[in-house]
């Protein structure tokens, strides 16, 4: 298993700033992926994050709005950039897929940056 | 998108009952997994079911999967009230997004004493 935390655990922003969220994990891992969860939604996937490599983002997500750092195999940082109240949600980052002593499938989640912009 | 998606979306028993959630997707799969969600923090793995299984349990949960309807089901029995929070599905998105998952819209449970 990993044990992941998060920082900040929350935060309330003014709009047009940029808000960096950090994600540690206590083993070494290859994948981290960060998440989004809007008021009362479910989650959908941001990007997936190697270390060594830029990070895969899916559609609808761009770097220049969520850019990401994977400066090593513990640490991840996601910024969430020129914020708008549309950009409120629970972000969560989790780890997986067969590295770091975890299984392929089964993945490891932090508990979450709760942001709120206004 | 979204794959999974499950229903209800909201439910609502006494302690000591039963609660079924049930949860369907789209494309094929290798396994499927449910994840429990307290209070809008981070998810909890609960169970996973492989493509080749039809049943599984784990304690109090029993999960079913059937790969002709693409469906699954999640059975919590004689629930308490620690039991309340949401229950998400999820499958894997991709091989390129590294086992990332995609999770269905969730059931939010609550279980009154």
């Known amino acids: 298993s990993a044990v992941i935390s998060q920082k900040p655990s929350r935060d309330i922003c003014q709009r047009g700033t940029s808000l960096t969220i950090q994600c540690q994990v206590d083993s070494q891992v290859t994948m981290m992926f960060w998440y989004r969860q809007q008021p009362g939604q479910s989650l959908t996937l941001i990007a997936t994050?190697?270390?060594?490599?830029?990070?895969?983002?899916e559609s609808g997500f761009v770097i220049d709005k969520f850019p990401i750092s994977r400066p090593n195999l513990t640490f991840s940082t996601l910024t969430v950039s020129n914020m708008s109240p549309e950009d409120s949600s629970i972000y969560l980052c989790?780890?997986?897929?067969?590295?770091?002593?975890?299984?392929?499938?089964?993945?490891?989640f932090g508990p979450g940056t709760r942001l709120t912009v206004l | 998108s979204q794959q999974g998606e499950e229903d209800p979306q909201a439910l609502s028993i006494q302690e000591g009952e039963n609660a079924t959630m049930n949860c369907s997707y789209k494309?094929?799969?290798?396994?499927l997994q449910w994840y429990r969600q307290n209070s809008g923090r981070g998810l909890v793995h609960l169970i996973l079911?492989?493509?080749?299984?039809r049943e599984k349990h784990s304690g109090r949960l029993r999960v079913t999967l059937d790969t002709s309807k693409k469906s699954s089901s999640l059975l919590i029995t004689a629930s308490r009230a620690a039991d309340t929070a949401s229950y998400f599905c999820a499958t894997v998105l991709n091989s390129n997004s590294g086992y990332a998952l995609n999770f269905g819209k969730g059931t939010s449970l609550l279980v009154t004493p």
């Open positions: 079911i492989r493509s080749n299984e």
């Open positions: 494309t094929s799969i290798n396994n």
């Open positions: 989790s780890v997986g897929g067969g590295a770091g002593g975890t299984t392929r499938n089964e993945q490891f």
């Open positions: 994050a190697n270390q060594g490599s830029e990070a895969t983002y």
